[in-house]
């Protein structure tokens, strides 16, 4: 057994192709008109062609599930972000307990997206604060042999 791809119904691919590529740099690597995989494996399937698959109805804002990504330039991504003015956001931008950065916002079909700063950098900033690689860990609240990994 072999996990190929998460997959998310939409209903109408072509938009959501257009959002994913332009709000987080996905593109399109295989599309079959009703189902689309996008760089990094995100499937897109059509809203008709899944409910027949299915033989049920879908719904959709369910919040219980998200796709996840880290970005590198956080900051940078939130001003691109806030200029799109389409974005629906879940909630602005938040520090958990751990110190990373997140923000969630939906979809054209109320999929949660989240965009979290990457854990390295996060690692660095405790870091730059002069924290020990034990503190980071226990602050973070990850094994010390993450935060090795993440600060190589």
């Not at 059509?46 to 049920?56: L, M, P």
């Not at 109805?57 to 369910?62: H, K, P, V, W």
Request: net charge negative; charged share 30%.
């Amino acid at each position: 057994m072999k996990f190929k791809n998460p997959l998310i119904v939409v209903k109408d691919i072509e938009k959501s192709k257009i959002f994913y590529k332009e709000v987080l740099g996905l593109r399109t690597i295989s599309d079959l008109g009703a189902n689309a995989v996008l760089t990094g494996g995100l499937a897109l399937q059509t809203e008709q062609s899944f409910k027949e698959f299915i033989g049920k109805d879908i719904t959709y804002c369910s919040n219980d599930s998200e796709i996840y990504f880290e970005e590198d330039d956080f900051d940078n991504f939130i001003n691109k972000l806030s200029s799109i003015k389409t974005i629906e956001y879940v909630h602005p931008v938040k520090e958990h307990s751990w110190g990373q950065k997140v923000v969630r916002f939906y979809d054209p079909d109320h999929h949660i997206i989240e965009v979290g700063e990457n854990m390295k950098t996060v690692c660095k900033r405790y870091l730059d604060k002069g924290m020990t690689l034990e503190e980071i860990a226990e602050k973070m609240d990850i094994p010390l042999k993450a935060v090795k990994a993440y600060t190589r």
